[in-house]
């Protein structure tokens, strides 16, 4: 199975700040990695598929990028909806496989 | 609208096998992969299988020999069936679409999900 490492667990932030989520996969996916928002209580929502393409209603200040096994989101200039946990994902390969999620707080 | 919707129990002893449901619109099963992710509580995002258009299926290793995943097309229903449960499958069972045709793996419709607890 490809193993999904994220980094860091957690992420203090203000609002504006732009800030980075990190995710590396064991192996070469590509660009096979998708990202997602999890708030309390609900269930994910895709962000990114294909490692920087943005999926439809998400705003622009969302980003990712890499390819092969090191991947980045960036969001630029967090605002308050923000703060919540974040999940990478690689559609590389079955087992599908999560990241163990970064937690995004408010400073 | 794209639509997925779980149901089944809330509660299941220890041992007994979990039967959920999930019930789809806006799409057809013959058209679109249909997953099941589940979620214990606090923690991170698991993989468990899917339901393939055509009708085959895949299933994560780690839960194999437990796990059965089928539909009946007519009612637009995906089902998941898992035996022997126990204390640690208690979580939030998620069931999910492709984004679109060809776009595997891509999770972009959820349910709102089912908790199931595990307890006697």
């Known amino acids: 199975d490809i193993q999904m490492t994220q980094s860091p667990s957690f992420l203090s932030a203000s609002v504006g700040d732009r800030v980075t989520i990190n995710c590396k996969a064991s192996?070469?996916?590509?660009?096979?990695l998708n990202w997602y928002q999890q708030k309390l209580g609900e269930a994910p929502k895709l962000l990114i598929y294909n490692a920087n393409s943005l999926q439809t209603g998400i705003p622009s200040r969302f980003s990712g990028s890499g390819s092969g096994t090191d991947f980045t989101l960036s969001i630029n200039r967090v605002e308050s909806e923000d703060f919540s946990v974040y999940y990478c994902q690689q559609s590389y390969s079955l087992p599908y496989t999560f990241g163990a999620g970064t937690k995004l707080e408010l400073k | 609208q794209v639509q997925l919707k779980e149901s089944g129990p809330g509660l299941v002893q220890p041992s007994q096998t979990l039967s959920l449901t999930c019930t789809v619109s806006g799409f057809s099963l013959t058209s679109y992969n249909v997953h099941w992710v589940r979620q214990p509580p606090g923690k991170g995002l698991e993989w468990m299988g899917r339901?393939?258009?055509?009708?085959?299926?895949s299933y994560n290793s780690a839960l194999k020999s437990r796990l059965s995943i089928s539909r009946d097309t007519s009612k637009n229903q995906v089902f998941l069936k898992m035996n022997s449960l126990q204390t640690d499958d208690t979580g939030t069972y998620y069931c999910?679409?492709?984004?679109?045709?060809?776009?595997?793996?891509?999770?972009?419709?959820w349910g709102q999900g089912t908790l199931v607890t595990v307890s006697s």
């Open positions: 339901m393939r258009y055509n009708g085959d299926t």
């Open positions: 192996q070469n996916i590509n660009r096979y």
């Open positions: 999910t679409r492709d984004r679109n045709y060809g776009s595997y793996g891509t999770f972009a419709y």
